[in-house]
């Protein structure tokens, strides 16, 4: 397995390919608030806060919400020129053991984002089978553990490995995780499923495994 820091940089590059400030505007239907602009500030906000050491109250809401405010008065150039300074360091940290047991969430983030700005750029979300082989035991991982917690019977999930990654992180509808192959009755499940809620209406996104 690549450390996870090539893994992080090599979809910041894939990213910085994609956008500019041309296509700044358009709206993001994975982050519904959001437009590209504000992706790009929350993902290039992440790297200046490591920098400069303010990670108190990291992956909040607060947080989150103070990267995309910081990023109103920068051009999208701009905040990809500071992402480039900033994230080295960041992709140097992910490939030490520390940082791959304390900070992997971050490539999880970064390649929904990709995604997410993929479907909105209206290309198909096509991410790295290496990176969803290894994401897609950590998501199973997660959900069974919820689903144990909470004294509920255990049950299996069969869909491809970009549908449990889009579907767990709340791109997917409540009627489109349901479609997915269970093993037993989803409802009961489903508020253990979903990480970050639920997509009010489907993306329609066009997917490289397929499925929409």
């Not at 607060?62 to 992709?91: F, I, K």
């Not at 209206?122 to 909470?150: H, K």
């Not at 990480?195 to 489907?202: N, P, V």
């Amino acid at each position: 397995m690549q450390p996870l820091g090539e893994w992080y940089r090599a979809a910041r590059e894939r990213i910085t390919a994609m956008v500019d400030d041309e296509v700044g505007t358009m709206p993001v239907p994975a982050t519904p608030e959001w437009d590209v602009h504000d992706v790009i500030a929350h993902l290039a906000g992440i790297t200046e806060d490591a920098r400069t050491g303010n990670m108190a109250g990291a992956t909040t809401d607060a947080w989150t919400a103070a990267q995309v405010e910081r990023g109103r008065s920068r051009t999208v150039t701009e905040m990809l020129d500071q992402w480039a300074a900033d994230a080295p360091a960041v992709e140097w940290f992910l490939s030490t053991p520390e940082g791959e047991a304390t900070s992997w969430r971050a490539v999880l983030d970064i390649h929904t984002h990709e995604a997410d700005l993929l479907h909105a750029l209206g290309r198909p979300v096509d991410l790295p089978a290496e990176f969803l082989a290894w994401m897609t035991p950590i998501m199973r991982a997660g959900f069974d553990e919820a689903v144990a917690v909470a004294g509920l019977p255990a049950v299996t999930v069969e869909a491809s490995d970009l549908q449990w990654f889009r579907g767990r992180l709340g791109r997917r509808t409540v009627d489109e995780v349901c479609a997915y192959g269970w093993s037993a009755d989803p409802v009961t499940h489903l508020d253990h499923w979903f990480i970050f809620g639920r997509a009010e209406r489907s993306l329609g996104e066009v997917c490289s495994d397929g499925a929409a």
